[in-house]
């Protein structure tokens, strides 16, 4: 079974910077696409970010040019940093394992954006 484990969520005030981290077992990380997603109150759950086994990235177009992901895949890890941090990214972020269409979740970790 995957386990995704997800980190590094908080309080922040506007203009602020995060990095979120999902660490996974145990598969073979290298293979799988892995992603952020996000779900605020009253939302569906949206795609923020994803990156493909050969490191090729995909942003929401809210998120471009404030967030990055990245990928270790020495550590089994993948990293969300968001940088500008807007009150509309308050939301609980979701890490995603995707291998031939099949997803795994983590179990989310919050995300304030408030002053």
């Known amino acids: 079974q995957v386990q995704l484990v997800e980190s590094g969520g908080g309080l922040v005030q506007p203009g602020g910077s995060l990095r979120l981290s999902c660490a996974a077992s145990p598969i073979i990380f290298s293979s799988y696409t892995m992603g952020w997603y996000r779900q605020a109150p009253g939302n569906k759950r949206e795609v923020v970010a994803t990156?493909?086994?050969?490191?090729?990235?995909n942003y929401a177009d809210s998120v471009k040019d404030r967030f990055t992901i990245s990928r270790d895949n020495v550590k089994n890890t993948v990293y969300l940093r968001m940088d500008s941090l807007k009150p509309e990214d308050t939301a609980v972020y979701y890490c995603?394992?995707?291998?031939?269409?099949?997803?795994?979740w983590g179990q989310g970790t919050q995300v304030t954006v408030s002053s």
């Open positions: 990156i493909t086994s050969a490191g090729n990235t």
């Open positions: 995603s394992a995707n291998f031939r269409n099949t997803y795994n």
